[in-house]
C-alpha cells in the first residue's frame, strides 16, 4: 500500500493534489531534451495533454506514450495518469521568470488547509508542495501569463483558452 496515496484519500486531498503531480513530473520524466520540445498543459481525468513542438516529435512521442505514463504512474506512486496526449503546440522560449514575492499568506493558509494531518513530516510536504505551487503561479502570472477561462491552468499565450482547452474546442468544432 502506498501510505501517501491513503493519506491524500483519507483527507480528501487526493484529487487536489494527484492533479499536479504528472504536470509537474513531466519534465523530470521526459528529461531535459524532451522537456525544451515539449510543454505539459493540463492534467484532467486522467489524461495528460502535453503540447509538442513539431510533428515529427509529436510522432516518436505517440510510439512511447506506454513507456511514459507507466513512469509517471511509477513517481506518482498511483495509477493516475491513463492517457497521454500530445498536441501541437508552440512551445515558448524559456522565459526569465522573476523570482516570486514572498507571500507571508501562504505558509498559513497551507496550515490552516493542512491543521488535520496527524503526521508532522507529511504536513510538512504538503504545506511545501502547496507554497510552491502558489508562487510559481504568482510568478507566471507576474510575468504575463493568464489563467485559462475553463480550466484555470497559468499558460502564456493569446486569447482566454490554454492550448489545451483550444484543442478542444477545434476538435468539438471539427466534428460538431
Ligand atoms: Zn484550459
Same mark, same amino acid.
Given at each position: 500500500?502506498? !501510505?501517501?496515496?491513503?493519506?491524500?484519500?483519507?483527507?480528501?486531498?487526493? @484529487?487536489?493534489? &494527484?492533479?499536479?503531480?504528472?504536470?509537474?513530473? !513531466?519534465? @523530470? *520524466?521526459?528529461?531535459?531534451? *524532451?522537456?525544451?520540445?515539449?510543454?505539459?498543459?493540463? /492534467?484532467?481525468?486522467?489524461?495528460?495533454?502535453? %503540447?509538442?513542438?513539431?510533428?515529427?516529435?509529436?510522432? @516518436?512521442? /505517440?510510439?512511447?506514450?506506454?513507456?511514459? *505514463?507507466?513512469?509517471?504512474?511509477?513517481? =506518482?506512486?498511483? %495509477? =493516475?495518469?491513463?492517457?497521454?496526449?500530445?498536441?501541437?503546440?508552440?512551445?515558448?522560449?524559456?522565459?526569465?521568470?522573476?523570482?516570486?514575492?514572498?507571500?507571508?499568506?501562504?505558509?498559513?493558509?497551507?496550515?490552516?488547509?493542512?491543521?488535520?494531518?496527524?503526521?508532522p513530516q507529511l504536513q510538512r510536504s504538503f504545506?511545501?508542495?502547496?507554497?510552491?505551487?502558489?508562487?510559481?503561479?504568482?510568478?507566471?502570472?507576474a510575468a504575463g501569463a493568464k489563467r485559462c477561462?475553463? #480550466?484555470? =491552468?497559468?499558460? /502564456?499565450?493569446?486569447?482566454?483558452? #490554454?492550448?489545451? #482547452?483550444?484543442?478542444?474546442?477545434?476538435? &468539438?468544432?471539427? &466534428?460538431?
Amino acid at each position: 500500500m502506498n !501510505w501517501v496515496t491513503e493519506v491524500l484519500r483519507r483527507y480528501n486531498l487526493g @484529487e487536489k493534489f &494527484s492533479a499536479q503531480q504528472p504536470l509537474l513530473l !513531466w519534465p @523530470e *520524466i521526459g528529461g531535459p531534451q *524532451i522537456a525544451r520540445i515539449t510543454k505539459p498543459i493540463r /492534467f484532467t481525468d486522467g489524461i495528460l495533454t502535453v %503540447a509538442v513542438n513539431s510533428a515529427a516529435a509529436r510522432q @516518436e512521442l /505517440f510510439l512511447l506514450r506506454e513507456q511514459y *505514463i507507466a513512469r509517471l504512474n511509477q513517481a =506518482v506512486g498511483a %495509477a =493516475v495518469v491513463r492517457e497521454i496526449r500530445f498536441i501541437p503546440g508552440r512551445i515558448p522560449l524559456p522565459r526569465r521568470i522573476p523570482h516570486p514575492p514572498h507571500d507571508p499568506q501562504l505558509p498559513a493558509d497551507a496550515a490552516h488547509m493542512f491543521a488535520g494531518v496527524p503526521d508532522p513530516q507529511l504536513q510538512r510536504s504538503f504545506t511545501r508542495l502547496y507554497v510552491t505551487l502558489r508562487q510559481r503561479e504568482a510568478a507566471l502570472l507576474a510575468a504575463g501569463a493568464k489563467r485559462c477561462v475553463r #480550466c484555470g =491552468v497559468v499558460f /502564456f499565450g493569446d486569447g482566454d483558452l #490554454c492550448p489545451g #482547452c483550444r484543442f478542444d474546442h477545434s476538435q &468539438s468544432v471539427e &466534428s460538431g
